[in-house]
């Protein structure tokens, strides 16, 4: 592996979401509310990182804190399905052990990136969906709240507009995107990804996108990178985008930045946009998105920090 990164302790990076937001075609209080929510993710995912915390713990501390922000399709602020409720899906994944879990259709857990570590080291499964996912959360004594305290104004008002908009036919790159994810490698030079998402707006029949499945939407591995993905999940989950980029890595010694471009040019070309973060073990902190903006953050160990949500930040 490449040493050309590697002067840092630990790193962090977390995404709200790639979408259509471009400057000045945001509103204020979105752009100030998301940018100050993303500093806080970055606070708590540093903190852990800072007192010699693993990453796993760092990257499920950065998005609770996501999960908790209205501003976020995750968690509180989550996008409303066709039947008025919210079905909530999140992954996280330890590059060191390569252990995974994560949940599909979650209705009640108030973090369901919660939910997925508990999966993850609690059972002997990967992945749990639905009513039983519902069940092991409370088995597992994880807080839990009314599945209507995860939905806000303005969610609602999209599932209108969508509902009203037939001739889109519904899902479409501004419905909204605004899933959470974070990467970090810790201190002993380990990588983590953690991914929360209530999907897409007005989403149907047990729809599942790529953020919980293992491979697609979520993926570390530390002979490769740890990586979260956001964007049209279908094409995400065609693609299997964060296993291949780290296959890549691995096998064609690309670092993540460059396979990640490969990557999610084979996505646009298949008609799906989105962006991924990456955190590798030698330090490469980065990302890479298709669309006009994502919601984004990075840390260092020295303090260094980066926020930016448009293209012309990159
Ligand atoms: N990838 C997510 C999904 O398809 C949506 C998003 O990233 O906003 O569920």
């Known amino acids: 592996m490449s040493t050309q990164f590697s002067k ?21 209080a979105q752009e100030a509310g ?15 990182l ?9 990257v499920q501390a950065a998005v609770q804190v996501l999960e908790d922000d209205p501003h976020f399709n995750a968690g509180r602020g989550s996008v409303f399905t066709w039947e008025g409720g919210h079905t909530l899906d999140a992954a996280i994944m330890d590059g060191a052990s390569r252990a995974a879990g994560a949940v599909a259709g979650s209705t009640t857990t108030r973090h369901p990136v919660a939910l997925a570590r508990a999966v993850m080291e609690k059972s002997v499964h990967v992945l749990l969906a639905g009513e039983g996912a519902d069940q ?3 088995d597992q004594g994880l ?27 519904g899902f479409d ?4 995107y605004g899933t959470v994810g974070a990467v970090a490698m810790d201190a002993a030079g380990h990588v983590a990804a953690a991914t929360s998402t209530g999907g897409l707006t007005g989403k149907r029949w047990g729809r599942v996108g790529d ?65 991924v973060i990456l955190a590798a073990p030698s330090g490469e902190l980065d990302w890479c998105f298709t669309t006009p903006g994502m919601y984004r953050g990075k840390a260092w160990a020295d303090g260094t920090r980066e926020i930016a949500i448009y293209e012309d930040q990159r």
């Open 173 to 176: 790159v501004d419905m909204k």
């Open 50 to 58: 800072e007192t010699g915390g693993s990453a796993v713990e760092a």
């Open 211 to 275: 953020s919980p499945l293992i491979g697609a939407g979520t993926y570390a591995d530390d002979r490769a990178c740890a990586i979260s993905a956001t964007g049209s999940g279908e094409f995400f989950i065609r693609e299997g985008v964060t296993h291949e980029i780290c296959a890549r890595m691995r096998f064609l010694g690309e670092t993540a930045g460059q396979a990640a471009a490969v990557v999610m040019a084979d996505v646009k070309a298949m008609g799906g946009v989105g962006g």
């Open 34 to 48: 998301a940018t100050a929510g993303l500093n806080a993710a970055l606070d708590a995912g540093a903190a852990v």
């Open 8 to 28: 840092c302790r630990w790193t962090l990076a977390i995404h709200g979401g790639a979408g259509s937001m471009r400057r000045g075609e945001l509103a204020e």
């Open 136 to 138: 092991f959360s409370r």
């Open 143 to 169: 807080e839990q709240v009314d599945n209507a305290w995860f939905g806000t104004e303005e969610r609602r008002q999209q599932l209108d507009w969508m509902k009203a908009d037939t001739a889109r036919g």
